[in-house]
Nanobody
Framework: QVQLVESGGGLVQPGGSLRLSCAASGSAFRLFAMGWHRQAPGKQRELVADITSGGTINYADSAKGRFTISRDNAKNTVYLQMNSLKPDDTAVYYC?????????????????????WGQGTQVTVSS
């Protein structure tokens, strides 16, 4: 099991930027596929972006061209750089760690049983 701690959320104006960080415990971080999900009030949690141990990256359509996911295996950390933020991006953002098997089983979809989760960090985009 991987322990995950997110940080970097906050209040930002439309058009602004934020960088989220997720620090993971354990020496096996480099083997996990890491993802960022988000859940807006009254909506289902959705996968925003993920990155495999080999560096393969996927983005939701809503994130393409504005968000960038990256990882630093030496620091056991995954990042989500979010630019050109919109009010629709307001949500709690969750970090997720999946084994390679889980990654391919769930194929860029949300499932509460798919890997380990952080507690989340709130992102609010508002003027």
């Amino acid at each position: 099991q991987v322990q995950l701690v997110e940080s970097g959320g906050g209040l930002v104006q439309p058009g602004g930027s934020l960088r989220l960080s997720c620090a993971a415990s354990g020496s096996a971080f480099r083997l996990f596929a890491m993802g960022w999900h988000r859940q807006a009030p009254g909506k289902q949690r959705e996968l925003v972006a993920d990155i495999t141990s080999g560096g393969t990256i996927n983005y939701a359509d809503s994130a393409k061209g504005r968000f960038t996911i990256s990882r630093d295996n030496a620091k056991n950390t995954v990042y989500l750089q979010m630019n050109s933020l919109k009010p629709d991006d307001t949500a709690v953002y969750y970090c997720n760690a999946r084994s390679l098997t889980t990654y391919y089983t769930y194929n860029f979809t949300y499932n509460s049983r798919a890997g380990d989760w952080g507690q989340g960090t709130q992102v609010t985009v508002s003027s």
